[in-house]
Each structure stands twice: as structure tokens, then as C-alpha cells.
């Protein structure tokens, strides 16, 4: 990462042992030390720079960069401001040149500041019985862009997914490496990681590879999986809870008894 990326950090030999990659693969050890349940109003609103900076001040470190895996939302803010600063281009604007045009993306937006005001769902959960609206308003950092932000649709999701097949946007070299389980010389950790840049690896009861995310903010849920052998893909995007993982496996059992996995 490199306390030159920012000067700003309180202790720069932390700065100096987060790498890039620890940020990409939830392994930097850095604590998630903003107070959002003390100030809930301000990260109603906070962006990436906002949500980024109390980490800059933390002292310690949970662990070692590279010795396990705790998901870390912040890094992603971080992540933001770095492609901003090596860019010369705002993220937001970045996202829409270099991702959604180029993948044909027209109707997918990314947020910079509150969630747009019309075309988009909201979301809900069930408190003491009754269903709630729990999205912008209710919960904090829907204005953040870096760990989330994006606004699309099954069929533009699909279109994202053919550009990465494609190497639309990235080199072939690069979504490899993306999408291979990233394996520090220091894992310390009794499970083994199964987490590239920043997709999930797994694999179905036959044995073929799965690559994917899971996403959750407020009420919204959503996992993107592909099983890229057999070049399929399945998007569950939803407005209410429900138990995404368990969905992912009805849909991957009914792929395998429908033969689409052998």
C-alpha cells in the first residue's frame, strides 16, 4: 500500500506492510474501527474517503497482513481512493469509462451520494412482524461506492459477465489471477483461503469450479456465481432477506440434474 499512497496514514510501517493484495483479498488485518453505531447520521451519508479515513488512524493491526481472512468493507474504500489517485479519474467516473460502457452496461449507474431517486427498488426487512423499509434513510454507508454502490440488473450483470469472458475490459492474465485463491506464505489459518480479487472460489459436488460474490446492505441480498467450465451463470437479486447460499445450491442441484453440469 505504501504510506506514499497515504501520507496521511498515522502509522506508516502498517502502511507499509498492507499490500494491495491483502487489501483485494480480505487479508490486511487492519480493524474496521469507524463508529458507525455512535454516529449513525454521518455515515448515513459518508462517502470512500469518509468511510477510509478512521482507518488511517488505527495503530495495530487485528493480525499480520496475510495471515487470515476477515472481510473488510473499508478496504474497498481504500481501494477506491487508490485507483483514484492512480487513475487521475473520479472512481465513479472510472467505473462507468472503463467497465459499464465498454461491457454495454447503459442502464447501470454507481452511487455518488444517495441512491438514485426513481428506477431502482427498494428494499425491506421484517421488524416485529411488519415489513420496513431498510435501505437509504435507515441504514448507513449506502453512499459509499468503493466496497458497493453499484445499481444494475440481471441482464446487465449478465452483459459484465460475457465482458470478463470476452477480456472486454481486462487482460486474460488478469482475470486469471483474479479468480485464483489467493495463498499467503504466512497463512495462518486452520481453514484454507478461498478468495482471489475479491471473487469467492468453490466448487459444486462434481468437483467443478464455482467463482462468485455474495452482497448484502440493508435489506437488499445478492450472489453472482458462475461455474466457468461449463460457461453458466445465475444472479439472485433480491429486495428482502432470504438465504442466498442456500439458493445458490438449489439452482446448482437443479443445473446438475438437469445434466447442464457434466
Do not use: C
Request: proline content about 5%.
Amino acid at each position: 500500500m505504501a504510506s506514499g499512497v497515504f501520507p496521511n496514514f498515522k502509522n506508516k510501517q502498517i502502511a507499509q506492510r498492507v499490500k494491495i493484495k491483502h487489501l483485494l483479498s480480505h487479508t490486511s488485518g487492519l480493524p474496521d474501527n469507524r463508529q458507525v453505531s455512535k454516529d449513525t447520521v454521518f455515515y448515513l451519508t459518508a462517502k470512500d474517503a469518509e468511510n477510509w479515513e478512521p482507518i488511517t488512524k488505527t495503530d495495530t493491526l487485528i493480525f499480520e497482513p496475510g495471515e487470515r481472512f476477515e472481510y473488510s468493507n473499508p478496504a474497498f474504500n481504500g481501494l477506491a481512493l487508490i485507483v483514484e489517485k492512480v487513475s487521475g479519474m473520479k472512481w465513479q467516473k472510472f467505473i462507468e469509462e472503463k467497465i459499464f460502457k465498454p461491457s454495454g452496461m447503459i442502464n447501470s449507474t454507481i452511487t455518488d451520494g444517495a441512491y438514485p431517486e426513481k428506477g431502482v427498488a427498494h428494499a425491506y426487512n421484517k421488524i416485529q412482524g411488519q415489513w420496513k423499509e431498510d435501505d437509504y434513510g435507515e441504514e448507513p454507508t449506502f453512499a459509499a461506492a468503493g466496497n458497493g454502490g453499484i445499481w444494475s440488473s440481471i441482464e446487465e450483470l449478465a452483459k459484465y459477465e460475457q465482458a470478463l469472458q470476452n477480456t472486454t475490459f481486462l487482460k486474460t492474465e488478469t482475470i486469471t489471477e483474479a479468480q485464483t485463491v489467493f495463498y499467503p506464505n504466512n497463512w495462518a489459518q486452520p481453514t484454507s483461503p478461498r478468495v482471489g480479487w475479491s471473487w469467492f472460489i468453490g466448487q459444486t459436488q462434481d468437483s467443478l469450479k464455482t467463482i462468485g460474490h455474495t452482497g448484502s446492505q440493508g435489506g437488499f441480498v445478492s450472489n453472482y456465481v458462475t461455474v466457468p467450465d461449463k460457461k453458466i451463470l445465475f444472479v439472485i437479486l433480491s429486495n428482502a432477506p432470504r438465504n442466498i447460499e442456500a439458493d445458490a445450491a438449489i439452482v446448482l442441484q437443479f443445473l446438475n440434474q438437469e445434466n447442464w453440469l457434466e
